[in-house]
């Protein structure tokens, strides 16, 4: 590419504020997807986004481009990645990082000085910058004290995170433009992300987008239902969490399931095992009251 004057990089740096898809194509090489675009979107109106999703059909891109977007086009910009672990972290989200500001142009490329654990803007490295945090049991003191004056925090496979972290999390909300967004497979039943999209109260402050496995336009039609099948197929746990996106009916995987219990608990026309002698036989029946 041509050099660009500072006229020319400013007028780019202007049209990319205002569309995140043009960043994302023009500097990032990235045609986002339907999904990725419903969530960048929602993410820029929102101080409160939960994207819960089936698996590889672009949520920690999305939230990459999301990063170097941030800091491209922000002054006073710090954003802050949780994550339950720190091979989960680097291998997930910052080399996707990664790997998108190494194919950007050098001309934009060079704007950026990216580390092992930090990202920053070379012409402001503690004005503009991105790093991550680990999010567990032992580390809630790292989501003390985040604060700037665009204040963006994404906690990555959030449904691994404790409670306790989301807490201190809500102390960026005095700064004059945070964001709080989390991201995960919706694969338990209990804790904060899950209570984002079904606690009655905390559910209603959040905006929310759903992703399936068959919102990934790169995957074929015949490795999606190889893969489906590879998850249990319909009806499965595995399925419902990693197909469609939506969190298991029960929270443990037992033989049998923890809803069919319940149901089999309070159906009151099933019969309690006969209580005989120990040599006896116990009888299991499931008799019909109405028709003894
Ligand atoms: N819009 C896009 N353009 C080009 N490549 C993309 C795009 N979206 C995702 N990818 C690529 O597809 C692969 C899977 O994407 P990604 O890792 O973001 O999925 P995910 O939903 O986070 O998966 P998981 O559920 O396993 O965490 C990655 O290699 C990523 O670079
Ligand atoms: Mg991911």
Not at 56 to 68: E, Q, R, S, W
Not at 114 to 123: G, P
Not at 144 to 150: L, P, V
Not at 162 to 173: A, K, M, S, T, Y
């Amino acid at each position: 590419m041509a050099k660009l004057t500072n006229e020319q990089k400013q007028k780019i740096v202007l049209a990319c504020k205002q569309d995140i898809t043009f960043f994302a194509k023009h500097i990032c090489g990235s045609e986002l997807s339907p999904k990725q675009i419903e969530f960048a979107i929602k993410w820029l109106v929102s101080l409160r986004t939960t994207f819960k999703g089936g698996v590889g059909f672009g949520k920690t891109h999305i939230m990459a481009i999301l990063i170097l977007w941030a800091l491209f086009t922000h002054n006073d910009v710090q954003v802050t990645i949780f994550g339950p672990g720190e091979s989960q972290i680097k291998d997930g989200i910052w080399k996707e990082i990664g790997i998108i500001w190494g194919r950007m142009d050098p001309e934009w490329k060079d704007l950026f000085d990216y580390q092992a654990t930090r990202l920053s803007r070379k012409d402001s490295p503690t004005g503009a910058f991105a790093a991550y945090r680990l999010a567990n049991k032992d580390n809630i003191e790292s989501a003390r004290g985040i604060h700037m004056r665009n204040n963006f925090v994404f906690v990555d496979e959030a449904s691994g995170v404790p409670d306790e972290i989301f807490q201190v999390l809500g102390n960026i909300f005095t700064d004059q433009n945070p964001k709080l967004c989390l991201i995960s497979n919706p694969a338990r039943t209990t804790g904060f992300f899950y209570d984002t999209w079904e606690h009655e109260d905390i559910s209603t402050i959040w905006t929310k987008v759903h992703g399936k496995m068959s919102d990934n336009p790169r995957l074929a039609k015949e490795a999606y239902e190889a893969m489906a099948i590879g998850y249990g197929g319909k009806g499965s746990r595995d399925y419902r969490i990693n197909v469609e996106g939506e969190f298991p009916l029960d929270e443990v995987d037992g033989v049998i399931p923890a809803h069919l219990v319940r149901e089999a608990i309070e159906n009151t026309l099933a019969v309690a095992p006969f209580e005989g002698e120990r040599d006896e036989q116990p009888t299991f029946s499931f008799v019909n009251e109405a028709s003894r």
